[in-house]
């Protein structure tokens, strides 16, 4: 169960495990092009036995980067990358609003024999540069289990308003595109994954199949499985909400809905912003952590219910 952790400075963070050393993943926080609107991410994210469950750069978005934390509209800027939704036009080339969420440090980069941890400092900006956000996350791999075949990465991200008027968190749905609540933390997998199985804590047999993704739903977990190219079998990705999450009892907290694709690719967030804009006002934090579970192997809703009663935040 032994985790390493290998830092080459100014470009990336990589986890691996065991004696062969397979790669989990990558944590790239190296800018990339403006257009993109530069942020870190992770990529390539693999299975215990190396399969690869994320996508880098596809052709129809370029911007799709593995695993990252992004904000389609945020105040009229786009922290998310590429052409702008504007209602009305629809997606248009504006570089003016194309933003970016910048490394400042690292504060943690650890390995132990059965958990890993990267904690950073990062800062949101419009595209003119100005500070609009400062942000605390943490990611810790933990939960290494080759008996299941799986292993589990907790993300917590903690983003503070610095701007004097309040930041709105939103998306292309919250600007009147249907079923495109693109905002918060967002999975793109691989090619080879479209048209894959959707499962969540809800789903009744009817759903557990392509055609039943509970776009714009609330439920604790989301589960997406897929098969591979080049190689033979399936993976699964169970992305969960903690229970600090839940903030449905306080005055304009916004649950998560979850945005998920399998055609014409494989995507999957627990939008921040689906149906309704989030509103954090000037020196408030934005706190939400999840828990992605990566498993080789095609898992049913019961076991994927079963894995996450065992395991504790």
């Keep these: 169960m032994t985790l390493s952790l290998t ?22 926080y190296r800018p990339e092009a403006d257009w993109e609107a530069p942020k870190p991410y992770l990529h390539p ?8 469950v994320t996508d880098y750069r596809p052709h129809d978005h370029r911007w799709h980067k593995g695993l ?20 009305g036009e629809g997606y248009l080339a504006l570089p003016e609003r194309v933003g970016s969420m910048a490394h400042v440090a690292f ?5 132990e024999a059965d958990r890993a941890v990267i904690a950073e400092q990062l800062t949101w900006h419009p ?4 500070l609009w956000a400062e942000e605390e996350r943490r990611i810790e791999v933990r939960d290494v289990d080759p008996d299941t ?11 503070t308003n610095r701007r004097t008027e309040a930041l709105r968190f939103g998306s292309p749905t919250t600007h009147g595109r249907p079923a495109a609540g ?17 499962l969540t804590a809800e789903s009744s047999e ?12 609330q439920s604790p977990w989301l589960a997406y499985v897929g098969e591979h190219d080049g190689r033979d079998g399936h993976a699964t990705l169970v992305f969960a909400h903690a229970p600090s999450n839940d903030h449905s009892g306080e005055k304009g907290a916004h649950p998560a809905h979850w945005f998920v694709r399998t055609d014409p690719f494989a995507a999957v967030a627990p939008s921040w912003a689906f149906h309704e804009e989030l509103v954090l006002p000037p020196g408030e934090t934005l706190a939400r952590t999840y828990r992605v579970v990566v498993a080789d192997g095609a898992w049913d809703r019961a076991r994927v219910a079963a894995h996450l009663e065992g395991l504790a935040w």
């Design 149 to 159: 075949g799986s292993w589990a990465l907790n993300w917590t991200s903690a983003v």
């Design 68 to 87: 990252q934390l992004t904000a389609s509209h945020l105040s009229g800027q786009n922290l998310w990358g590429g052409n702008t939704y504007v209602h």
């Design 45 to 52: 994210v693999r299975t215990l036995s190396g399969a690869l």
């Design 107 to 111: 504060t943690e980069t650890a390995a």
């Design 206 to 217: 009817s759903a557990e199949s392509s055609e039943g993704d509970p776009m714009g739903s």
């Design 182 to 198: 693109y905002t918060g933390l967002f999975w793109r997998g691989p090619r080879a994954f479209r048209g894959g199985r959707v």
């Design 127 to 130: 595209h003119g540069g100005e």
């Design 7 to 28: 830092h080459v400075p100014g470009d990336r963070v990589t986890v691996a495990h065991g004696a062969a050393g397979t790669e989990l993943f990558s944590y790239v």
